[in-house]
């Protein structure tokens, strides 16, 4: 059943991402609304897609590769809709559309299967340190896409040459405030996110921080985001530097979600 | 039976040097001038349209008077501000299709020193409320000025050419707003006051900026211009000190050095925590450093820079225009065939007067002789009276309103008024 209802939301933002990127292209107000609804709808049946996971794991279903990075798309798509609701931000749907199809797509290829969880995560702390470090992330997400969008719309403006994306982008003040927003929802949770995981650490294995890659990454990719924050605060640091950290934190926080897991071994397997 | 002569007088931005311009614009205010032009015998309906780009003189008068109310109209207006000879060679005249298609094109903004704003047709309202309130307009330019709001709002909202930046300074409002986002917290500075500068100024007013401050080498000119914007005056030795508060800043000097470097601005970006700055520079020789561009939050616009955001533009503008205009002819025709209609309608008034008089009388009178009939029967009895009258008069009434290749509106007129013997009995039925 929850095969079914991830298949159908996948094919759901494929939907919307065509529409989308019709719309951007074509520019015909007709299509965003469909486009709108199709992603709203798709949203949804992920939603129930991981309940009906829940259900049959028996568990919080953030342990498989799959299911990391279908709820990170998850948290990616709601954070979005919740923004869309805030605030209009021109054309982010497109951006933010391309990247959960890009997730959804490989969280299709990554094994399904149900893995019973070893002893050591059967813990209330899963649910709580890995949902709320994917959602801190799926903010990071969607800075990154205001950060990519700011740095495109300020290369047209400042170097005058006016194409695809000047007409199509919103103002660099609404992409810089796009960003501000998602930093400060993103850097507190991942802030908890370190907080829960280190506790949960405490608990099973007896020490706090392990130097384990994921920490060490972790740690990496929480002080380049408080660098950011730093600066914006203290010295007014704004526009294409912040955008640029913003990208280069958000590289970080995908080698730290994946890479890590592939290229170095550590406690943070997934569960395989 | 000649209907009225519609006229149009005036002089705009593109006959008219601005000189000649400030003389002729109405600066008291309508209500003078619209109860001179009362005064005058010859005409029957007038309008007055004055703006700091044009003076329109829109009125109506019998066909035989044209040449007398034109004069009439130039010699109480304008014969004390100028030459007769400036007269002749300045103010046009149309007659008729010629002025209504005039007035459209003014009121879609086709007519703008700047295509496709949107001010003029707020001016445009603003002087049809003079109009109104001093009875001037009648049913002739009622119908004319309403027109002419609809087809700006046509023109508005069917072509894209208020929506393009077809100019300059539009060019450059739009520019801030893709920078800025929303302007109505932003302040612009004016570093000397040229004409660019202040359209630009008065664009991005529109927009509704918080605040404009003027810079002026000679500070009572900018005292004079800060006025017009309920702004404030500094002098240019205090650019730098602004440069702190502003956020835009349009350059017009007549300096032949730089006035501003980027070190200058690179210093100031620290005071202000990186909050954006948009140059615009629309000076030749150039007054900012080019190399400020290079600057982080820092955006630098020349004129040549902002000619080419235009040209972008002039194609897509191109084609706007010819739809507008499509749109600006097609309302024109729809006008004549209404004015055309207008000397119909007396007679279809009075034929219709004389009928209802007629049926509520014989009405009246059946109902007298008979008794015991109830409400209903009365009404039934109304209403067959009315629509034996109605189908009667079908005929005539269309006979008189379509267009008859043979035989003229005029002569048709004349006929039903003999064959319903409407000038004779006038006294009986109309009341």
């Known amino acids: 059943m929850s095969f079914v209802l991830f298949q159908l939301s996948l094919a759901g933002y494929c939907l919307a991402t065509a529409g989308y990127l019709a719309f951007f292209f074509t520019q015909k107000k007709k299509i965003r609304p469909v486009a709108r609804k199709l992603f709203f709808i798709a949203a949804i049946l ?28 998850w948290s990616v798509s709601w954070c979005y809709l919740s923004f869309r609701w805030r605030y209009t931000v021109k054309n982010l749907g497109t951006f933010a559309a391309i990247l959960v199809l890009v997730l959804m797509t490989v969280a299709a290829m990554a094994s399904r299967e149900i893995i019973p969880l070893s002893p050591t995560f059967q813990s209330w702390w899963l649910p709580v340190h890995a949902s709320v470090t994917l959602v801190a992330n799926a903010f990071f997400a969607i800075s990154c896409l205001g950060s990519v969008m700011y740095l495109l719309q300020e290369r047209e403006i400042k170097g005058k040459r006016f194409g695809l994306f000047y007409s199509r982008l919103p103002s660099l003040d609404a992409l810089d405030n796009l960003n501000h927003h998602c930093l400060s929802i993103g850097f507190p949770l991942l802030t908890l996110g370190l907080i829960t995981g280190v506790l949960w650490a405490k608990q099973v294995w007896g020490a706090y921080w392990h130097w384990d890659p994921k920490e060490t990454w972790s740690l990496i990719t929480w002080f380049l985001y408080a660098a950011v924050m730093h600066q914006r605060f203290t010295v007014g ?36 | 039976m000649h209907r009225d002569a519609i006229i149009l007088l005036g002089v705009n931005h593109k006959t008219t040097p601005l000189a000649v311009r400030e003389q002729l614009a109405l600066a008291g205010g309508y209500e003078d001038p619209l109860r001179d032009l009362g005064q005058l015998s010859a005409i029957k309906e007038h309008f007055l349209l004055s703006t700091c780009n044009r003076v329109e003189v829109l009125f109506t008068c019998a066909r035989e008077l044209v040449e007398d109310a034109k004069k009439q109209v130039l010699e109480l207006l304008f014969a004390s501000r100028v030459s007769q000879r400036e007269l002749q060679q300045y103010v046009y005249a149309h007659l008729d299709d010629r002025a209504v298609e005039h007035l459209f094109e003014v009121a879609s903004s086709l007519d703008s020193m700047i295509v496709g704003e949107a001010q003029i047709l707020g001016q445009l309202k603003e002087a049809y409320r003079f109009a109104s309130k001093h009875r001037s307009s009648g049913l002739v330019l009622n119908k004319l000025l309403h027109k002419s709001f609809s087809v700006a709002k046509r023109v508005r909202t069917e072509t894209r050419i208020g929506a393009s930046a077809v100019s300059i300074s539009f060019a450059a409002v739009e520019l801030a707003k893709k920078i800025f986002g929303n302007l109505t917290d932003k302040k612009v ?37 800060a006025r017009c914007y309920n702004g404030k005056a500094v002098a240019l030795e205090e ?22 470097h980027k070190r200058d601005v690179r210093s100031v970006m620290r005071e202000r925590r990186n909050r954006p700055l948009f140059f615009i520079d629309i000076a030749v020789p150039r007054d900012l450093d080019p190399n400020i561009n290079e600057l982080d939050n820092v955006y630098l616009y020349d004129i040549d820079d902002l000619n080419n955001v235009v040209e972008l533009n002039k194609t897509e503008r191109d084609r706007e225009a010819l739809k507008a205009d499509r749109i600006v002819q097609e309302e024109v025709v729809k006008m004549h065939q209404w004015l055309e209609g207008m000397a119909t309608t007396p007679t279809i008034v009075e034929l219709r007067n004389m009928v209802n008089c007629l049926v509520e009388k014989e009405v009246a009178k059946t109902l007298g002789r008979l008794s015991g009939l109830n409400k209903n029967e009365q009404q039934a009895i109304e209403r067959m009276a009315t629509s034996i009258a109605n189908k009667i008069l079908h005929h005539p009434m269309q006979y008189l309103k379509t267009d008859h290749h043979c035989i003229s509106q005029s002569e048709r007129i004349g006929q039903v008024r003999n064959l319903f013997q409407l000038d004779h009995n006038k006294q009986d039925f109309a009341r």
């Open chain 2, 239 to 260: 650019l730098l000190d602004q440069l702190e508060h502003v956020d835009i800043i349009i350059s017009s000097t007549g300096a032949t050095d730089l006035i501003l």
């Open chain 2, 189 to 225: 500075l004016l570093v000397g006051a040229g004409e660019m500068a202040e359209l630009a100024a008065e664009h991005l007013v529109g927009q509704g900026v918080a605040q404009v401050v003027v810079a002026n080498r000679t500070l009572e000119r900018a005292v004079k211009l």
């Open chain 1, 237 to 272: 640091w704004r526009g294409r530097r912040v955008a640029i950290l913003s990208i280069v934190a958000f590289v970080s926080v995908l080698f730290t979600l994946w890479g890590v897991s592939f290229l170095l071994k550590g406690v943070h397997n997934y569960a395989s």
């Open chain 1, 46 to 73: 992920h939603t129930f897609n991981i309940v009906f996971r829940y259900i049959e794991a028996g568990h919080t279903p953030i342990t498989s590769h799959h299911e990391t990075i279908s709820f990170f798309a």
